[in-house]
């Protein structure tokens, strides 16, 4: 005998039917605010005597409602990622359930009208069962989705008690293993309803679109009159209309008709949007046109309010989305907040709506006893599908509705198919987890390697395991469009290779869209022992089974800053293109529907970042999906250095999520270069830059002297043991020190396997090189030659590194390193390791007092091997704490490529130049790689009294191997000869 609700794997009881969500000028009273509360550690709560209006509940605390009780002080919050929780013993739960508690006193209005009477949750995790004024409603399970009562008869005007108990265990909790944290609570409203009598429940908005035309078709339980004014529209429901010449709805052009639907004394606001949604020819149209989806999976999230987001936060999102170009989002992987999807219709996103089914944690099980594979769950699983689709079905943003994410197969599927088909055929369905896609109107993976994405692309992928090649599934499969639904992790540092999937995604017609994976970083806040906020993952809860940092893996930061990762997927799917072909720009628009009269192309031409002319294009019109070509402008810079022309695409007008001004696109062209651009106070000396991978120079001749003391160049100053440069002129410097390790961020980390360079950095010992001066050598006065031997303990494997300084003629010093591969570093004797070294470059330590940075170079922010199309080649300045940049796992961060000279500079302090042949990539950093390394979060790291700077030959890609294919071979450091060289320049302040 099932013992309560909760553990009954039935939906709910009591409920009325799942209806649409609507916004209506009835009367509507809000239950949020403060509630009395009581946490208790089992599933029976505080009692038996919890519904009973005379119970005295003046002792319990007080909680917001909507919120989770995790993040208001009660109990903790939970992390995984796949696996559940609790025992997997469907559908029983643990005694030990925490059990919430909740009661509300309430008048009704003075003015609340004698009619139908409904109490509507949004949301509650994980079931909630309800009492008004001590008689049982019934309960309810799917988190994530709303359910409503009939309460008339059972109001009063003064007095009234609602009491709900819930329980953060239930047997829905074994259909909601989302990568998510448990965050138990009435975390959505609380609303009472006014429901005129003989008015309008529930009504479908049928909304098409054909060459030109729309029809119109308003379908309800009770007869009504739609009014569409900017139509000339008064039509009764029932009645369908063809509309010719309407303007349609898209992501682009949002296009809302507004209007109202009355009945029964009640006005329902209407925003009908006219599209058609269909699968031709294996390809997704809208409208009769393929659409390409740029999108990313969205999690509600707020570091305090966990998911429980207000309607600011979700308008700051999809502005957020919009400036950086996205136009479409998965709803992963439930229905969001109502709220959310009317925002998307007006600002215009293309949306896939998610069923809340996840079974994830039934892989620890062999998949054995997976709820859709079971009939004793078919009926709570259809129940989550009839909710999202009847609540969200006149939303023209939603274009897909998904069963689902990542709970394997099952009969149930097909019955989730069959409903939603017969309800709604207007949408096409998409579930990536059955091999088969027999419920799926897409072909659709996970984090593909790019040749794999190729090959589908071509329609030559691979049978998937358990499908039978050339059987009816396969030959459907490959006919189906493709749907990339999570790619490109987004944990800590990354991802890479952005630019290199969109090149493939826009290549072949069959792919209609690509997710990235994913929106925010799950970090809830929290305060140290000094009180500072920081944001906690689920390493940070003591609890096991434990996810620990791979909640952390958003595009934007707790806060919503957005990083590094957005910008460079911002530059990646621009939806203009411009390349300089023949002495024109060929401009392209990726656009699906809108021409190009809404940009403005403005032009600006630099020498070594420092700007000339500027003007504005004159662009002809140029419709969706086409192209023009403009004349360059013809401009000089004024200046020496390398010149640059930058062409940015901007918005001509405001919008609702933009100012005027805001750059869609931009593209840069170098023009040419002449004298090397430097500032009035540094001389120029004449530069031999050899190539990257030369050949080391012939061993000078041996030294004259001793390796005690010093050892002076010029003004150069050099530890006599070491051979390590401590002072250039006034500048105090130490090093350089060769440096082949980086602090590993979490892509290093990957998923174990051939996935984990970093744990093949420590195998082998690259996280802990110990350093041997081998000779200091004099060819003659104006030249040293320092070789040092570098190697881990254990180890044969390390670097012959040849440091050869040259004193120019006006007084800067020249460095040449060459840097040879020595020892076991292909040797087989620890596991047929292949380790490829993540950085190859130099470190130095600087005084502390040095506060900035001026480079030439690729900026302003970091940039990498498979990352760095965001950057632009300019001049820029920061501080060298702006460098940072502040992942919630301190890890690598903040280098910058193909550096053509910086400036370090500090009050009072001479500034060290640094020029490139032809450049370096840079960091600059308070604290070493080490310490990066070792710290848990941010506020671990404490200025070391010195700045740290790297000046290096290159590093290694980011890639997305925390949960993705490991990184490409292009983008890694091979083991072999590495040259490079700068030059050395004190400035006087």
Known sequence: MIAGFHEDPGPGTGRRAPRADFVSDAPRHSLNGQWRFLLSGTAAGTGPGLPDPALDDSGWERIRVPSHWVLEGHDRPLYTNTAYPFPIDPPYLPDDNPTGDYRLRFDLPADWPAARDVLRFQGVDSCGTVWLNGELLGHSKGSRLPFEFDVTGRLRERGNVLAVRVHRWSSGSYLEDQDMWWLPGIFRDVELLSRPEGGIDDFTVHASYHDGTGTLLVTADAPGLVELPALGLAIPTGEQVTVPGVRPWSAEDPCLHRG???????????????RTVEIAGGRLLVNGRPILMRGVNRHEHDPDRGRSLDRATMIRDIELMKRHNLNAVRTSHYPPHPEFLRLCDEYGLWVVDECDIETHGFIYAGWEGNPPAEPMWR????????????????????????????????????????????????????????????????????????????????????????????????????????????YAHAMGNGP??????????????????????????????????????????????????????????????????????????????EPVAMEVSGGELVITSKYDFTALDQLTFRWFVEADGMRGASGTLSVPHCPARSSVRVPLPSAEAGGDGETWLTVEAVLAEETRWAPAGHVIAFTQTHLGTTARGRPPSTPSPALSSPAPDAEPAPTPQPAVGGRVGEVRLGTAVFDGRTGRLARLGDVELDGPVLDVWRAPIENDHGL???????????????????????????????????????????????????????????????????????????????????????????????????????????????????????????????????????????????NHVETRWLEVSGDGLPTLRVDGEPHVDFTARRWTSEALRAARHPHDLTDSGRVWLNLDHGQQGVGSASCGPALPERYRLKVRPRTWSMTLTPVRP
């Open 752 to 894: 174990g396997g051939a996935n984990a360079p970093a744990a093949d950095w420590e195998a082998v010992g690259v996280d802990r090189f110990l350093h041997r001066t081998a000779a200091l050598d004099r060819p003659d006065e104006r030249t040293l030659v320092v070789r040092v031997r570098s190697g881990p303990a254990t180890r044969t494997l390390g670097f012959r590194t040849t440091y050869t300084y040259r004193l120019l003629d006006d007084g800067t010093l020249h460095l040449r390193i060459d840097a040879d591969p020595v020892g076991d570093w292909d040797d087989t004797a620890y596991g047929h390791l292949t380790v490829t070294p993540p950085r190859m470059g130099t470190r130095f330590a600087l005084p502390g007092g040095y506060t900035d940075v001026t480079w030439f170079g690729l900026g302003p922010g970091e940039s990498y091997a498979d990352s760095r199309a965001a950057a632009r080649v300019g001049r820029f300045r920061s501080s060298i704490d702006a460098l940072q940049t502040p992942y919630v796992v301190p890890q690598e961060n903040g």
């Open 496 to 573: 890479g290779s952005l630019v290199d999937y969109q090149r493939i995604l826009e290549s072949y017609e069959r792919f209609c869209g690509a997710f990235v994976w994913e929106w925010i970083d799950h970090g809830l806040a929290g305060r140290d022992a000094l009180g500072r906020r920081y944001y906690r993952h689920g390493g940070d809860i003591d609890a096991s089974p434990n996810g620990e940092r791979f909640c952390l893996d958003g595009l934007l930061f707790p806060d919503r800053t957005p990083s590094p990762g957005l910008l460079e997927l911002r530059k990646a799917v």
């Open 260 to 274: 109202t639907l009355t009945a029964a004394g009640e006005t329902i606001d209407l925003a009908v949007g006219f």
């Open 379 to 486: 009926d709570a699983l259809l129940d989550r599908a009839r909710r999202m689709v009847e609540r969200d079905k006149n939303h023209p943003s939603v274009i897909i509705w998904s069963l689902g994410n990542e709970s394997g197969g099952g009969a149930t599927f097909g019955d989730i198919e069959e409903w939603i088909r017969e309800r709604d055929p207007t949408r096409p369905l998409h579930y990536e987890r059955d091999p088969s896609y027999r419920h799926s109107d897409f072909y659709s993976l996970m984090y593909p390697a790019q040749d794999t994405l190729e090959r589908i692309g071509q329609r030559k992928e691979d049978t998937p395991a358990g499908v039978e090649p050339g059987s009816p599934d396969d030959v459907r499969r490959r006919e189906l469009p493709f749907l990339l639904c999570e």
